[in-house]
C-alpha cells in the first residue's frame, strides 16, 4: 500500500497493492504513473521507483501463493 497526496485536490488516498501493480504495468518502459485520485477523478504523477519499492514490501510480495498440484 501506497500513499498518495493528490496534486489537485490535495487529500490523501492510499492505493492497495492490486491497483499499484496495474499501474505499474501501465508504466512499463516510463519513469512516471499516472494514478487516479478517488475524490476529484485527476491523475497524479507518481514515480515507477516508488511503486516497485512498495510493491517489494508488501505483505503479497513477502508470501506468494503457493501452487498446488
Known sequence: MLAITCDKCRRRYTATDEELQV????????????????????????????????????????NPPEATE
Open 23 to 62: 499501474y505499474l504495468r501501465e508504466a512499463e518502459g516510463k519513469k512516471f504513473a499516472l494514478v487516479l485520485c478517488p475524490h476529484c477523478g485527476k491523475p497524479s504523477k507518481v514515480a515507477a521507483d516508488r511503486i516497485t519499492q512498495a510493491l517489494r514490501f508488501s505483505p503479497s510480495a513477502a
